[in-house]
């Protein structure tokens, strides 16, 4: 992660209950959440006194801290009316309401009662519209860590979305439909706005840079990369200029992630395949790409991003298999996704002119594959948890002999392959390790966008 995430926290349980208990209760409650990797600031516990000052106390300690999301701590019973006072004045931040659990004593159970608390709070707080998720503790288990850490890293994702920009050099590369959005509803949905530039801007740093820059990131590719083949001078050129040109606009900007004209923009009028200044891009910076104007792709990268705290390369489906899909890309992919060492082959498609196409080896194992997309209207969150694999000796038509082997992996999708099928939102889709389908869950429970799990 960019920084830790960050929590708040309250801790309740009734009046008659002795404190001393709902004291412990807290304080172990918080050392969990610290073991999770999580920073948190206390409230002191909260009961139901009549007139409301332990609960108006809580709420003046965490006023103007600055946290991820609320933990609402249900220790043990407590009237819901205290509860709702004391989280009324963050009800703008997610919350997670966490019921403990008692303790066995002497070969008996003690219980405070606290799921007798969160039953009693749930629907309220749904229908008081705060957004929350809920969890609770079990006599004799371990707390649900997974959840817990889902839910904190959908928080953090969710506010470090707000306010995320994308920048989009072009528009509509090869008069895609599916690469359009609409910017008012994706910034107020996801919060993130995207900003179109021209290529032309692109040129004109190129034709800026010192020959001292060129070298330097020319130098980078020789000494970093396995070339397969001796590229052209030129093709190093013009691979360093556009990378050092797309660096100082991603500086300027701050954006979270690149989108660029690929087929139409960079290759036809400016002559070469971009592919490798997007290889050296990522080798130099933390920063998300995807080619080919695509929006939705662009944005589903950040929040994987921010979830996961890697870069996540996109690929696109070539194939659909027995168990699930064949994907690859035709051009690059991060290096902190690279099995091995970056592999660079100097090599041109079609009509197009030699680029530095990356065929490295991807990482294989477990992999969630995911799309944040528009379906009828509304926001649809599409994603699918498989196994991947190193793929099967393969070709795509139309590279100059001999033909590469892209990077790719062939997926099995945990559900098989037909529901997907009949699913799936595009062509391109982004790709994480782990099964990363509860992050998502919880992130979309928290924008309000409709969760599609395969």
Wanted: net charge neutral; proline share 5%; with cysteine.
């Amino acid at each position: 992660m960019d920084d830790k995430i960050r929590a708040g926290f309250m801790g309740f349980g009734e009046v008659n209950t002795p404190r001393d208990i709902i004291e412990n209760k807290c304080r172990e409650a918080v050392k969990s959440l610290e073991s999770l990797g999580i920073k948190v600031k206390s409230a002191t516990p909260v009961s139901d006194v009549p007139d409301g000052s332990q609960a108006d106390r809580a709420a003046g300690e965490l006023r103007g801290a600055d946290f991820d999301f609320l933990v609402v701590c249900i220790a043990g019973w407590i009237p819901s009316w205290a509860v709702i006072r004391a989280i009324e004045p963050f009800r703008h931040s997610p919350m997670l309401l966490w019921g403990l659990t008692g303790n066995f004593e002497g070969g008996r159970f003690v219980t405070t009662a606290a799921q007798a608390g969160t039953t009693a709070l749930k629907k309220t707080m749904q229908d008081m519209k705060f957004r929350f998720n809920y969890t609770v503790n079990i006599p004799g288990e371990e707390i649900p860590s997974k959840r817990i850490l889902s839910f904190a890293r959908a928080a953090y994702a969710e506010r470090k979305l707000r306010g995320a920009m994308a920048g989009m050099a072009g528009y509509r590369d090869m008069r895609l439909y599916g690469t359009l959005y609409d910017a008012v509803k994706l910034k107020e949905k996801t919060g993130v706005e995207i900003e179109h530039f021209e290529l032309m801007e692109l040129d004109q740093y190129m034709k800026e840079l010192e020959e001292k820059e060129i070298k330097g990131a020319i130098d980078h590719m020789k000494e970093n990369w396995k070339f397969e083949k001796q590229p052209q001078k030129e093709t190093l050129y013009n691979t360093a200029k556009f990378y050092l040109a797309l660096k100082r606009k991603i500086e300027e900007r701050n954006y979270s992630a690149v989108s660029y004209s690929d087929v139409d923009g960079v290759k036809k009028l400016m002559k070469f395949a971009p592919a490798g200044a997007m290889t050296l891009l990522h080798d130099r910076m933390e920063i998300c790409s995807i080619p080919e104007n695509d929006s939705m792709g662009a944005v589903t990268q950040i929040a994987t991003r921010f979830l996961t705290g890697e870069v996540p390369p996109y690929l696109e489906f070539y194939e659909f298999t027995k168990k699930g899909a064949l994907m690859g890309v035709p051009d690059y992919i991060p290096s902190n996704v690279v099995d091995g060492k970056v592999t660079i082959l100097p090599n041109s498609f079609g009509s197009f002119g030699e680029g530095l196409l990356n065929v490295s080896k991807m990482k294989t194992g477990r992999v969630t594959v995911a799309r944040l997309d528009t379906s009828a209207g509304e926001y649809v969150f599409h994603a699918a948890a498989g196994n991947a694999r190193s793929p099967m000796k393969w070709e795509e038509a139309g590279w100059a002999p001999p033909a590469p082997q892209l990077p790719s992996l062939e997926i099995d999708f945990d559900s098989g392959n037909e529901r997907f099928i009949q699913n799936v939102m595009s062509q391109h889709y982004i790709i994480s390790y782990g099964d990363r389908t509860q992050d998502y869950r919880a992130l979309c429970g928290l924008l309000g966008i409709r969760f599609l799990q395969d």
